[in-house]
């Protein structure tokens, strides 16, 4: 079984690491970017074949992956979709309920099935592409349970081609876990980092660099990544805000034993992340800087 | 002037990390810790020689620096004023402005100078000390206008021979900046990875690694720093709950612009940290982690 051809539509960081992992493991890739220059550029990097019309490249794909802002997914789904051709289309967005539940006539029909890799940077475009970016991460597949097994077996071998584990999850409890897991902590370091003076910043050592990382990341990109899950993270702020109000209160009290509690229950869900990390540690390679 | 004898009273991972770079810059070093069973394995690890009473390194040394926990410092140095010799007297609290108050007179008299050496680790006890800790890292002293220079020279002194950058400052800023560079963020990285489901975790990627790696910090030591701070702990609290507060306001209003508009902030934080890092970085070493 020769590997499918896949279209990667969008070719952004995610994109462009996408195309030369792909090519990297020895699949055909066609390149497409609404600005052709970029197209070009990926092309003269070895990333794949420039396509200019899209129709043409959905002409030719077996798998087409959508590697543009959340906001746009949906509407350029349905563009593709109306193309020539019978590939099926996946893209990275990284909340997946209301993507899946607009797109869910094309789930049904095997046309459509939402990844999710875990997997990302801070650093932005093309030119930060790598081709080992999903070695080892974890991506996720939302079908519905009517999609067509033939379709999630297609979209699992792409992502396992790159290196990535599968992780198949409904929809919405793929977005309540990357409120969790991914937007509340850029939340945090977001609101630690937009606090601090330059006199304090003096004194910041590991602790400040390694919790604000992530708030370097690109600002109109994460905006358009909340508001794509808005309900899932006022929750998860909400519990947040819920947890810091209980320890002001414990603090007030000068209640010692009651404070390292608090804290006890952060450093078990380390714990607990760091033993979940540590069993599959062989298997994850380079995955995550 | 060769250099001056240091008793390292309290063998845990600082103490222990003190000693061993003394040593390693040629200083002498006694070693006293209230069961005599961890200076002895201090003094077999070569980190200096051991002392079984507190009034028998007093009065051999010149500098005595106290590495036990926040609450312990001042009855402890305290009890060492009360020692024959004339030994200055340090510690390493990571809070100063109380600790400070409370031994104003010392500090007037020459007898103390709070030191506050920004690095450390979630890894405890001597047997995680490394004389290399301090290499590159800022120390805080806290000396009082009267403190008499000679003091504010020999403690300088000292922990520029472990590789420290000096920083002086009043108690009350140091501690407002450890608020916001260290105790805020070890508060947001506890309260992110208390709220994680098990289902979650299986998706947790590099954003999570590293805003959430402070919480493994011991809870018992955390719950003495941020109650040593707590005034300034809980402003630091309270101003990011309104943040967050602020961001859940904009994300009802699903005002994208706004929304980018309050993580610019958090993106400009981070970059004022990059910024001021960078231009130092020759001559950190490897001072954190």
């Given at each position: 079984?020769?590997?499918?051809?896949?279209?990667?539509?969008?070719?952004?960081?995610?994109?462009?690491?996408?195309?030369?992992?792909?090519?990297?493991?020895?699949?055909?890739?066609?390149?497409?970017?609404?600005?052709?220059?970029?197209?070009?550029?990926?092309?003269?990097?070895?990333?794949?074949?420039?396509?200019?019309?899209?129709?043409?490249g959905m002409g030719r794909?077996?798998?087409?992956?959508?590697?543009?802002?959340?906001?746009?997914?949906?509407?350029?789904?349905?563009?593709?979709?109306?193309?020539?051709?019978?590939?099926?289309?996946?893209?990275?967005?990284?909340?997946?309920?209301?993507?899946?539940?607009?797109?869910?006539?094309?789930?049904?029909?095997?046309?459509?099935?939402?990844?999710?890799?875990?997997?990302?940077?801070?650093?932005?475009?093309?030119?930060?592409?790598?081709?080992?970016?999903?070695?080892?991460?974890?991506?996720?597949?939302?079908?519905?349970?009517?999609?067509?097994?033939?379709?999630?077996?297609?979209?699992?071998?792409?992502?396992?081609?790159?290196?990535?584990?599968?992780?198949?999850?409904?929809?919405?409890?793929?977005?309540?876990?990357?409120?969790?897991?991914?937007?509340?902590?850029?939340?945090?370091?977001?609101?630690?980092?937009?606090?601090?003076?330059?006199?304090?910043?003096?004194?910041?050592?590991?602790?400040?660099?390694?919790?604000?990382?992530?708030?370097?990341?690109?600002?109109?990109?994460?905006?358009?990544?909340?508001?794509s899950n808005r309900l899932?993270?006022?929750?998860?702020?909400?519990?947040?805000?819920?947890?810091?109000?209980?320890?002001?209160?414990?603090?007030?009290?000068?209640?010692a034993q009651a404070v390292?509690?608090?804290?006890?229950?952060?450093?078990?869900?380390?714990?607990?992340?760091?033993?979940?990390?540590?069993?599959?540690?062989?298997?994850?390679?380079?995955?995550?800087?």
């Open positions: 079984m020769p590997p499918p051809t896949v279209l990667i539509v969008g070719l952004g960081f995610m994109g462009g690491s996408l195309a030369s992992a792909l090519v990297q493991a020895g699949w055909s890739v066609l390149l497409h970017h609404r600005r052709s220059e970029v197209s070009a550029r990926a092309a003269a990097l070895g990333y794949g074949e420039q396509i200019l019309a899209l129709p043409d794909a077996q798998i087409a992956v959508v590697c543009t802002p959340v906001s746009t997914i949906v509407p350029l789904v349905r563009q593709l979709v109306a193309m020539p051709g019978q590939a099926l289309i996946s893209d990275i967005g990284s909340v997946k309920g209301p993507l899946c539940r607009d797109l869910a006539d094309l789930s049904r029909a095997g046309r459509f099935i939402g990844s999710h890799p875990m997997a990302g940077s801070h650093l932005q475009g093309l030119e930060h592409a790598r081709p080992d970016l999903f070695q080892g991460c974890t991506t996720v597949i939302t079908p519905v349970p009517s999609t067509p097994q033939a379709g999630i077996a297609l979209i699992e071998r792409c992502w396992q081609a790159v290196g990535s584990r599968i992780h198949r999850l409904p929809p919405d409890e793929h977005d309540r876990a990357v409120a969790e897991v991914s937007h509340l902590p850029h939340i945090a370091a977001a609101a630690v980092a937009a606090g601090v003076s330059d006199a304090s910043l003096a004194l910041a050592a590991s602790g400040f660099r390694d919790t604000t990382r992530v708030a370097a990341g690109d600002p109109a990109l994460w905006a358009d990544i909340l508001l899932q993270v006022a929750q998860a702020i909400r519990t947040t805000t819920g947890r810091l109000h209980e320890l002001l209160v414990l603090l007030e009290q000068g209640d390292a509690g608090w804290l006890s229950q952060g450093q078990l869900g380390r714990q607990r992340f760091e033993l979940l990390r540590h069993l599959p540690a062989q298997a994850e390679g380079g995955g995550e800087e």
